[in-house]
T-cell receptor, first 118, second 111 residues
Framework: NAGVMQNPRHLVRRRGQEARLRCSPM?????VYWYRQLPEEGLKFMVY????????ESGMPKERFSAEFPKEGPSILRIQQVVRGDSAAYFC????????????????FGQGTRLTVV | AQTVTQSQPEMSVQEAETVTLSCTYD???????LFWYKQPPSRQMILVIR??????QNATENRFSVNFQKAAKSFSLKISDSQLGDTAMYFC????????FGAGTRLTVKP
């Protein structure tokens, strides 16, 4: 059972381009979480999705950022017209159901995508 | 809203000694989980220890243990016999219907 897969691992974009980050959750997991980690800082929650639904996007910037988790395929975090301040590591985590519904539930993290805007 | 606070941005400890990382949280839920994650330089997130809020007994995993004070909403991590490989960022997290993280504590174990 492969872990959470994020690709690409490294992504370089010029200012104004679009960045698309992909996250394939663990098999059987229907919940996906995206986090952003700025250099030398902690994890900041961005968005929580279930299949075809956005549950909580309170951490998403209002403009240029969007996320989806279609019925088939990976979850996508899309950043339009990237700026230097978007440079960060973006982590995806997945879980099978609500955290408290299973004694052994935990979030499994991908390796992250490091986005560099030049 | 759920919040997690780690008030120690950086800490250091001598190899073989004990160090405690602090974490406080706030939630209106009665049933939740608390976690400590480790992020080494490889940036991979690794679960260190987990505590169910309904359990009074503090969780222990080898050299890692927690001091869970539910009334005070405090969840500190104690690392005994610190090793050089423990050098990493440590994140406290609160999980209920979603998961929220603290800002992290950068721990350096010195030889």
């Amino acid at each position: 059972n492969a872990g959470v897969m994020q690709n690409p691992r490294h992504l370089v974009r010029r200012r104004g381009q679009e960045a698309r980050l992909r996250c394939s959750p663990m098999k059987g997991h229907s919940h996906v979480y995206w986090y952003r980690q700025l250099p030398e800082e902690g994890l900041k929650f961005m968005v929580y999705l279930q299949k075809e639904n956005i549950i909580d996007e309170s951490g998403m910037p209002k403009e240029r950022f969007s996320a989806e988790f279609p019925k088939e395929g990976p979850s996508i975090l899309r950043i339009q017209q990237v700026v230097r301040g978007d440079s960060a590591a973006y982590f995806c985590a997945s879980s099978p159901l609500f955290w408290t519904a299973s004694l052994n539930t935990e979030a499994f993290f991908g390796q992250g995508t490091r986005l560099t805007v030049v | 809203a759920q919040t997690v606070t780690q008030s120690q941005p950086e800490m250091s400890v001598q190899e073989a000694e004990t160090v405690t990382l602090s974490c406080t949280y706030d939630t209106s839920e009665s049933n939740y989980y608390l976690f400590w994650y480790k992020q080494p330089p490889s940036r991979q997130m690794i679960l260190v220890i987990r505590q169910e809020a309904y359990k009074q007994q503090n969780a222990t995993e080898n050299r890692f243990s927690v001091n869970f004070q539910k009334a005070a909403k405090s969840f500190s991590l104690k690392i005994s016999d610190s090793q050089l490989g423990d050098t990493a960022m440590y994140f406290c997290a609160l999980g209920n219907n979603d998961m929220r993280f603290g800002a992290g504590t950068r721990l350096t174990v010195k030889p």
